[in-house]
T-cell receptor, first 112, second 118 residues
Framework: DGGITQSPKYLFRKEGQNVTLSCEQNLNHDAMYWYRQDPGQGLRLIYYSQIVNDFQKGDIAEGYSVSREKKESFPLTVTSAQKNPTAFYLC???????????FGSGTRLTVV | AQSVTQLDSQVPVFEEAPVELRCNYSSSVSVYLFWYVQYPNQGLQLLLKYLSGSTLVKGINGFEAEFNKSQTSFHLRKPSVHISDTAEYFCAVSRANAGGTSYGKLTFGQGTILTVHP
């Protein structure tokens, strides 16, 4: 079945360390997105990519980086510059015809 | 730019009662509207969407929503809820017919936690 796979489901990081969250899709979608979810704040856009080797900053890109070397993959790196990284991170992709997001199951990152 | 306000952060309701989750949006251009549901520690699942046409949109699990352009609202309703409907619900908006770097970008509301009691 087609879908989006995020890994790992839970991730613990020490302060000062970079960590990379994986997002892989086999839906043949061109556009992919990373959102951060905090309680009571909804989802906020971090980065998005509409084609391979191109991506744009979202509303809260500071302290994060991404790459898009393959259509299927859009990894997110949370760097040590991100001051408050503990959150639930969601990856999504969009079908041009259905115009609705397909979401992954998320990665919960905790800084210890 | 678009913005979304979900008017209730929490909605408690008894099983088999009707429910309405309220969503208002702000935009200077035409929009597409969406409702998503999220169960604990999971991703979001699309319930329904309004792109064009009939303002009454039916979705999965017996939910429906009505687009009201004059009141800039897109309230979600279900005539009889079940325990399994307990979840967080998100309203979202995007520019209609957006191209370029605006394509596909959604703005989400803060979420409404629906709790169905037996």
């Amino acid at each position: 079945d087609g879908g989006i796979t995020q890994s790992p489901k839970y991730l613990f990081r020490k302060e000062g360390q970079n960590v990379t969250l994986s997002c892989e899709q086999n839906l043949n979608h061109d556009a992919m997105y990373w959102y951060r979810q905090d309680p009571g704040q909804g989802l906020r856009l971090i980065y998005y990519s509409q084609i391979v080797n191109d991506f744009q900053k979202g509303d809260i890109a500071e302290g994060y980086s991404v790459s898009r070397e393959k259509k299927e993959s859009f990894p997110l790196t949370v760097t040590s510059a991100q001051k408050n990284p503990t959150a639930f991170y969601l990856c999504a992709s969009v079908s041009g015809t259905l115009y609705g997001y397909t979401f992954g199951s998320g990665t919960r990152l905790t800084v210890v | 730019a678009q913005s979304v306000t979900q008017l209730d952060s929490q909605v408690p309701v008894f099983e088999e009662a009707p429910v309405e989750l309220r969503c208002n949006y702000s935009s200077s251009v035409s929009v597409y509207l969406f409702w998503y549901v999220q169960y604990p520690n999971q991703g979001l699942q699309l319930l329904l969407k309004y792109l064009s046409g009939s303002t009454l949109v039916k979705g999965i699990n017996g939910f429906e929503a009505e687009f009201n352009k004059s009141q800039t609202s897109f309230h979600l309703r279900k005539p009889s809820v079940h325990i399994s409907d307990t979840a967080e619900y998100f309203c979202a908006v995007s520019r209609a017919n957006a191209g370029g770097t605006s394509y596909g970008k959604l703005t989400f509301g803060q979420g409404t936690i629906l709790t169905v009691h037996p």
